[in-house]
């Protein structure tokens, strides 16, 4: 939850130490490196190892898989990945074909099976298809031209027109397939079976799925090094290099420096220096390292909003799902994922999903709410259904998600306070935390709470806080033109008032949400109870409407959820916690790559 202090370290040594140094330094993983190169020198190299990768995802992609092959004697990396290439390049080529073949297949069948004459057997004559509705056909049946009627069917008609050139018709013929229906099945059959010798070829390949691993493993590791040396500054003999390390980590490197004997310096970061911006995070809180470097990195000298973020983004994504019902479906599907998330490396993904799928059910809980069915009355589940969304309380769940937001907001500006401590903007930011607060009991109590006194005190704290902003947005010296700058700089501070309050009222947005994905999920209830009344065929289309309208509505609050959850934070959260000028990149060290995590 912090973004850890790191110091600069340069190392010196001799030439005939490059490597070494570099190598260690790449199995510690603790220094991000400082090109000390002039620029544009070594320009980065390209992924040279694109088709290894492409080639290990295909093999790991394939839905059965053999044993690891354990003589590899006479095993060529560069050979196997051009092999399994080919393989997948074929096999696309054929699932393409074979998505033409049924195609075609399926425009001939209404046809029946038929071949066309030679041309020289026609006579100059030609066959032209149309596929007509009534009206067409009736404006064909109108011509002198020659037809047959082929097949008919409630809609359309299939007609033949035989006639020397094509017909000046107001409807145009279609194309069909220069071979005929049962070339078309055959060559079908042909490219299945070749489909289903590559898919065996594909399986006995994975037996060198580790082996590839292994190789690209490996040679990313030694590009990786083979990068880190043209950083280096080399002169007479010796090169020096420069890096930012963990403060913490940094006895790891002195005594690499004492064992192998090269001269270390550390320094504090300067003003002037721009470090890379090295979070530390609880595992329980990491997820919402991947979430802020959606929007952007903080600067180095900010603050960590990772667990912050993550925490509101739970909560926000639970309060628009709003049902128990699709909060067990999430979790159904994080647990069916958890598989496949925690071998490629994405255990935080799969940290975040289920996250999402407790508080997406435990909201449900309390607003009653299980696929848009309440809970039966006088049951435990009504018990603690605090949250309905009933019409008659729609002040009550407004003034929540209100106060949600006036919360949000609030803390935004104290982590301000708190980064400002000691300059004039720590009143500017005080002073909203008052004018949020205090509005926000002015109206409950006023309006929905009726308590005079409360009323009467938010109203203070709300004059206060713009007595506040007004006076610490622009403060200058006691002179005329001090002053005068003191004035406008405090009245432009005021205009910000507008934005405070519609960044507060943004959060309406999880009430209405929330609301909406409640109400279509009883409403595709009720279509699909009345439907179910109808007899047999209507149970099957009410069964159709619960399928689709719920998943539907799901996707929906999926979108819903993830889009405005991250907007409130990084929208309205950020525009009183964070500096918008001050952005910062990521902590990259220099470390070797670990078995399998290569994708």
Request: with cysteine; aromatic share 10%.
């Amino acid at each position: 939850m912090a973004i850890g202090a790191l110091k600069r370290v340069t190392i010196l040594g001799t030439e005939d130490q490059k490597i070494q140094v570099l190598a260690e330094l790449q199995s510690l993983g603790v220094m991000h490196l400082i090109d000390l190169t002039p620029e544009n020198t070594h320009p980065p190299l390209p992924d040279p190892f694109k088709d290894t990768r492409l080639a290990v995802r295909y093999l790991e992609d394939c839905p059965q898989s053999q044993r690891p092959a354990r003589h590899l004697g006479h095993f060529n990396p560069q050979q196997q990945v051009e092999r399994i290439l080919k393989l997948k390049a074929d096999s696309e080529a054929l699932m393409d074909e074979r998505d033409r073949l049924v195609g075609q297949i399926s425009q001939l069948k209404v046809w029946g099976k038929f071949h066309l004459p030679n041309p020289e057997a026609l006579g100059g004559l030609q066959f032209f298809f149309y596929q007509l509705n009534l009206r067409q056909f009736r404006q064909l049946a109108k011509t002198e031209y020659a037809y047959k009627v082929v097949r008919q069917d409630s809609r359309y008609r299939y007609v033949v027109v035989i006639h020397p050139e094509l017909p000046s018709l107001p409807f145009p013929a279609l194309q069909l397939p220069d071979r005929s229906l049962g070339q078309l099945q055959e060559r079908l059959e042909d490219v299945d079976d070749s489909l289903e010798n590559l898919e065996t070829r594909r399986i006995g390949a994975t037996r060198f799925a580790n082996a590839l691993r292994d190789y690209l493993t490996d040679a990313l590791n030694a590009t990786e090094l083979l990068e880190a040396t043209h950083h280096t500054y080399d002169e007479a003999g010796l090169f020096a290099l420069q890096g930012w390390c963990p403060v913490h980590r940094l006895s790891e490197v002195m005594a690499l420096g004492e064992k192998l004997g090269f001269a270390i310096e550390t320094t504090t970061p300067s003003p002037d220096d721009s470090p890379p911006t090295y979070l530390e995070n609880r595992s329980g809180f990491a997820a919402g390292e991947s979430l802020i470097q959606i929007y952007g990195m903080p600067a180095y000298g900010g603050w960590d909003p990772s667990a912050m973020v993550f925490v509101s983004f739970v909560l926000f994504f639970g309060l628009i799902l709003a049902d128990a019902g699709y909060g067990l479906v999430l979790t159904a599907i994080a647990l069916f994922l958890r598989p496949r998330l925690l071998q490629s490396g994405q255990r935080q993904l799969w940290l975040l999903m289920v996250a999402l799928a407790a508080s997406s059910t435990i909201y449900g809980l309390l607003a009653g709410e299980y696929f848009g069915i309440e809970a039966a009355k006088g049951s435990w589940l009504d018990h603690i259904a605090i949250f309905k969304p009933d019409l008659d309380k729609l002040s009550e769940l407004m003034a929540f998600s209100i106060g949600i937001g006036a919360l949000h907001v609030s803390i935004a500006n104290a982590i301000s306070v708190y980064q400002k401590w000691g300059r004039p903007a720590v009143g500017v930011h005080l002073g909203w935390i008052l004018v949020v607060v205090g509005g926000y009991g002015a109206w409950l109590f006023r309006f929905l709470l009726p308590e005079a006194q409360l009323a009467m005190v938010g109203s203070w704290a709300l004059g206060v806080g713009l007595v506040s902003v007004f006076c610490f947005t622009h403060p200058g010296p006691l002179t005329p033109k001090g002053i005068l700058h003191w004035l406008l700089g405090g009245l432009h501070g005021l205009t910000d008032i507008s934005k405070i309050f519609g960044d507060v009222l943004s959060y309406l947005r999880l009430f209405a949400l929330g609301l909406s994905s409640t109400y279509l999920a009883v409403t595709f209830n009720q279509l699909a109870g009345d439907m179910a009344k109808t007899g047999e065929i209507g149970m099957l289309i009410a069964f159709l409407i619960l399928l689709l309208g719920h998943t539907m509505n799901f996707v929906l609050c999926l979108m819903a959820g993830t889009i405005h959850g991250l907007r409130l934070n990084f929208i309205e959260f950020y525009r009183w916690s964070q500096d918008p000028e001050a952005e910062g990149h990521p902590f990259k060290p220099l470390k070797k790559y670990l078995f399998g995590n290569v994708r």
